[in-house]
C-alpha cells in the first residue's frame, strides 16, 4: 500500500506550478494540482497575456497614423474599447481550456480549491485532506496597495485587465514595468494620462540610458509623468477622483491605477507553521535546488520572489521535476536570464546594466541612437536606443539594452549569446542582416567616453 496519496502535490496551477506538474506526469510521478482561481494563473489569465493581447490592440492606432506618410488615406479611424477587452477575455477562455487539458493528458489530478499544509506531508484543500512525498508551493503574487486615505476608489492591475470602458484620464502611480506598460496601453487607446512615480526615474533596477530614453519617448508620445510624487490621499468627487499628493497638488482621473509593487501569495498557507520561515516581504526562502527548510518542499515561482519571470517560474518547477523522477539533478542558471517591457517602444534587456557592471568591472560602453528607418518616412519622432556594456579585460559582452519597436524580439537572440559568453570582437564580426534595426547591434565600433570621476 502507498505511504502518500501523491508523489508530488502543487500549490497554485500558474505557469511554473503547471510545468513542473505535467513535467512529473510525464515521468510518471502521480501528482495532484489545486488552484483556487482560473487555471494558468497570473501569466496567462491577469499579467503577461492579456496585457500583451492589449498592447496589440491599441498599436493599430499608431499602424493607422504611420499609413497616412506612405501613401495610405484612412477614415479617421474609432475604437470599441469593449470589443477589444470581450476578444480578450475569449482568448483567455480559449487558454485555460487548453492548460486544463494539458493536465488532464499528464495524468495530473487538478482540484478547484485553496490549499493549506496542516503537517509537511499533508495538503488540506475544502475540507479534504491529501498526503504527498513531496510538494511543491506555486501559489504566485498578488498587488499591493499603501494604506492612505480613499485608497478603496484606487484599481490594481487586475481589475485594469476589465475596464468595460476607456478612461478619458487615468492616474497611473508607479513607476515600474506594469505602470509603464499601462500607461502605454491607455495612452495610445486616446486616455489623457498621467503617470506618477515616487523615485528619480521609471523602471527602476533598468540600466540608466534605459530609463532616461523611456521617459522622453513617453513623453513625447504626450504622456504626464511626475517623478519624485508621492499620493496622500484619494477622494471621489462625483463620478471622478481626486489625487491629492504630498506638496498639495491636485490630479483629478476617471481611473486611479496602482502598480506600485506585488507581494507573494503566502497568506494562510500554513508554512510557517511547519517550519518554514517566511522572508519580511512574505516570499519562500529557498536554495538553489528550490528545496525551503523543510527539504521535501519546494518553491517555484513568484512565491519566492526572486526573479518574477514566468519563463524563469517555468524552468523551476521542470527542474524539480527532472531532479525528483527522472534521475536528472538540475538546478536553473538565473545568470543572463533576458526581460521586456511591453511599454511603448518597449524595452529589452539581458545581463549586466552599466552601473552594475562598473562596480565589479572595467568597463567599455557602446550606445547609439537613432531615428528607425520606418518613420523616416511616416514622420513619427520616435527614436531607437541601443547599448552594450562589455568587459574591458576580457571584451566579453555583460549586458545589451535596448528602447525601440521589436525590442523584445532582438535582445531574445541576444540572450543566446551572452549565454554563450560571446567577446565585443564575435558581435563585430557578425555580418548584420541590412536594413534592420538589429544590425546595429553588431555595428556599434565608438565607445562611450568614460564617466568623469569628481574629485573628492
Avoid at 479611424?77 to 494539458?102: C, F, M, Q, S
Avoid at 475540507?127 to 476608489?153: C, L, S
Wanted: charged share 25%.
Amino acid at each position: 500500500m502507498a505511504r502518500f496519496d501523491f508523489d508530488l502535490f502543487t500549490l497554485g496551477a500558474g505557469s511554473g506550478g503547471v510545468a513542473g506538474s505535467r513535467r512529473a506526469g510525464s515521468h510518471g510521478a502521480k501528482v495532484a494540482i489545486c488552484e483556487d482561481s482560473r487555471v494558468g494563473g497570473t501569466c496567462v489569465m491577469r499579467g503577461c497575456v492579456p496585457k500583451k493581447l492589449l498592447v496589440y490592440g491599441v498599436q493599430f492606432a499608431d499602424a493607422f497614423a504611420d499609413a497616412a506618410g506612405y501613401g495610405w488615406h484612412v477614415a479617421p479611424p474609432t475604437h470599441d474599447w469593449g470589443a477589444l477587452v470581450a476578444a480578450k477575455n475569449r482568448e483567455l477562455d480559449r487558454l485555460e481550456g487548453i492548460y486544463r487539458k494539458l493536465l488532464s493528458d499528464s495524468g495530473v489530478k487538478l482540484l478547484e480549491g485553496r490549499g493549506r499544509l496542516v503537517d509537511p506531508h499533508t495538503i488540506e484543500v475544502d475540507g479534504k485532506r491529501f498526503t504527498a512525498a513531496h510538494i511543491m508551493v506555486a501559489t504566485g503574487g498578488h498587488p499591493v496597495m499603501p494604506a492612505i486615505p480613499g485608497i478603496e476608489h484606487a484599481i490594481s492591475s487586475n481589475e485594469a485587465l476589465e475596464l468595460r470602458h476607456l478612461p478619458r484620464r487615468a492616474l497611473i502611480v508607479g513607476g515600474g514595468y506594469i505602470a509603464v506598460e499601462f500607461a502605454g496601453i491607455f495612452g495610445t487607446a486616446g486616455s489623457e494620462v498621467t503617470l506618477v512615480a515616487r523615485g528619480g526615474e521609471l523602471l527602476r533596477g533598468f540600466d540608466d540610458d534605459v530609463r532616461v530614453t523611456l521617459a522622453q519617448e513617453l513623453r513625447q508620445r504626450g504622456l504626464s509623468i511626475r517623478t519624485g510624487t508621492e499620493i496622500a490621499r484619494i477622494e471621489k468627487r462625483g463620478s471622478s477622483f481626486i489625487a491629492y499628493t504630498r506638496t498639495g497638488d491636485e490630479i483629478s482621473a476617471d481611473v486611479i491605477l496602482y502598480a506600485t509593487g506585488r507581494k507573494p501569495n503566502t497568506r494562510g498557507l500554513g508554512l510557517e507553521e511547519i517550519g518554514i520561515e517566511l522572508n519580511d516581504e512574505g516570499a519562500v526562502p529557498v536554495d538553489e535546488w528550490q528545496r525551503t527548510a523543510v527539504p521535501h518542499i519546494y518553491g517555484v515561482g513568484d512565491v519566492t520572489d526572486r526573479l518574477n519571470l514566468t519563463p524563469v517560474a517555468i524552468a523551476e518547477g521542470r527542474a524539480i521535476a527532472e531532479t525528483l523522477f527522472n534521475n536528472n539533478p538540475m538546478t536553473v542558471d538565473h545568470a543572463n536570464v533576458a526581460t521586456a517591457v511591453f511599454s511603448q517602444p518597449p524595452v529589452g534587456c539581458v545581463g549586466l546594466t552599466e552601473r552594475e557592471a562598473r562596480q565589479k568591472h572595467r568597463v567599455d560602453v557602446y550606445r547609439t541612437r537613432f531615428r528607425p528607418m520606418k518613420h523616416t518616412i511616416s514622420g513619427r519622432e520616435e527614436r531607437t536606443m541601443m547599448k552594450l556594456v562589455v568587459d574591458r579585460e576580457t571584451d566579453r559582452v555583460l549586458g545589451c539594452h535596448m528602447v525601440g519597436a521589436d525590442a523584445p524580439e532582438i535582445t531574445q537572440g541576444l540572450a543566446i549569446a551572452l549565454k554563450c559568453g560571446a567577446t565585443k570582437k564575435q558581435f563585430d564580426q557578425t555580418i548584420g542582416i541590412h536594413p534592420t534595426a538589429a544590425e546595429e547591434f553588431v555595428t556599434m565600433r565608438d565607445k562611450v567616453p568614460d564617466p568623469v570621476v569628481a574629485a573628492e
